[in-house]
């Protein structure tokens, strides 16, 4: 199985700032690498595919990079709507899997 | 728009079996280009995938559950099932079905999940 590792299970970050969410992969996943973000009692939903392309419908300030083992969620500039919990989700091999994921917090 | 929607039992007693139905509208689970998967949520933890099935009724598992799992289709009612046989405290959970979309490879959308308790 692949692990996927997000080292920050939580990070304090204010309206307005920078964030960034780091994820790693046990081995390559090449680019088969998606976000979702969930909020509290909801279900996940998908930000970005394909490590870097942004779904439709989704606030430009969201993006994605990285390739291979290592990739970064980037929020330009948080948004009060942006307060939740953030995942990664490798798709290069079954089983499909996750990581631990990251809450972002006021 | 594709929606999907759990339903079943929200609490089930341990060594009996777990038993959840997904039902799709705007679209049909016979399409090619998809997978429908069932992934569970134990509170205040992350995720885990259960399996998927394709329309040609083809199967994966997460070998954590597979000798566990069984997941199914009924084309007629545009639906896919959840068993998990044998269940503990442990299998306490919210529910998700989800689309995985194979020309992009990812989980889009998710059913709003259905919390299902273990308890005698």
């Known amino acids: 199985d692949i692990q996927m590792t997000q080292s920050q299970s939580s990070l304090s970050a204010s309206v307005g700032d920078r964030v960034t969410i780091t994820c790693r992969a046990s081995?390559?996943?090449?680019?088969?690498l998606n976000w979702y973000q969930q909020k509290p009692g909801k279900a996940p939903n998908l930000l970005i595919y394909?490590?870097?392309t942004l779904q439709s419908g989704v606030p430009s300030r969201f993006s994605g990079s990285g390739s291979g083992t290592d990739f970064t969620l980037t929020i330009s500039s948080l948004q009060p709507d942006d307060f939740a919990t953030y995942y990664c989700?490798?798709?290069?091999?079954?089983?499909?899997?996750f990581g631990g994921g990251t809450k972002v917090e006021i | 728009q594709v929606q999907l929607q759990e339903s079943g039992p929200g609490l089930v007693k341990p060594s009996q079996t777990l038993s959840l139905t997904c039902t799709v509208s705007?679209?049909?689970?016979?399409?090619?280009?998809?997978?429908w998967n069932w992934i569970r949520q134990p509170a205040g933890k992350g995720l885990e995938w259960i399996g998927r099935?394709?329309?040609?009724?083809?199967?994966n598992f997460n070998p954590s559950l597979k000798s566990r799992v069984i997941i199914s289709e009924d084309t007629s009612k545009n639906q896919f099932s959840l068993k998990l046989t044998s269940v503990t405290a442990a299998d306490t959970a919210v529910y998700y079905c989800a689309r995985y979309d194979s020309n992009v490879g990812c989980f889009d959308p998710w059913g709003q999940g259905t919390l299902v308790t273990v308890s005698s």
């Open positions: 394909a490590a870097s």
């Open positions: 081995q390559t996943v090449l680019k088969f």
């Open positions: 989700q490798q798709s290069y091999s079954l089983p499909l899997t």
């Open positions: 099935i394709y329309t040609n009724g083809n199967t």
């Open positions: 705007g679209g049909s689970i016979s399409s090619s280009s998809y997978y």
